[in-house]
């Protein structure tokens, strides 16, 4: 029983990593559209890390020089209107 528990152990250490790469997609792969999704952190005025309806997650990039994203906090929620991958208008459903 002790042996079996440690090659559980030892296996999910292994795939663990595996499966939070899988669940990161490229936001060239979201289909055009509008999404409402969490953010989980900024990373800059035109880049922001968030979590999407379905679980994954993905680094959204700014597609024009208004938008910026400086002004987003984590945990905010955040309706986006993706085009070919990049963030074309947005607005922060969160009031603060």
Same mark, same amino acid.
């Given at each position: 029983?002790?042996?079996? $528990? #440690? $090659?559980?152990?030892?296996?999910?250490?292994?795939?663990?990593?595996?499966?939070?790469?899988?669940?990161?997609?490229? *936001? #060239?792969?979201? *289909?055009?559209?509008?999404?409402?999704?969490?953010?989980?952190?900024? %990373? +800059?005025?035109?880049?922001? !890390?968030? $979590?999407?309806?379905?679980?994954?997650?993905?680094?959204?990039?700014?597609?024009? #020089?208004?938008?910026?994203?400086?002004?987003? !906090? *984590? #945990?905010? !929620?955040?309706?986006?209107?993706?085009?070919?991958?990049?963030?074309?208008?947005? %607005? +922060?459903?969160?009031?603060?």
């Amino acid at each position: 029983m002790k042996r079996t $528990l #440690s $090659l559980i152990v030892v296996m999910l250490g292994l795939l663990g990593p595996m499966c939070v790469r899988a669940a990161t997609v490229d *936001p #060239s792969a979201i *289909p055009d559209g509008t999404y409402t999704v969490k953010v989980e952190k900024t %990373l +800059d005025s035109k880049h922001i !890390q968030v $979590l999407m309806d379905n679980g994954s997650e993905t680094t959204l990039v700014a597609g024009r #020089s208004t938008v910026d994203f400086s002004k987003i !906090q *984590p #945990s905010d !929620q955040v309706k986006v209107s993706i085009i070919k991958g990049t963030v074309m208008v947005y %607005l +922060d459903l969160t009031s603060h």
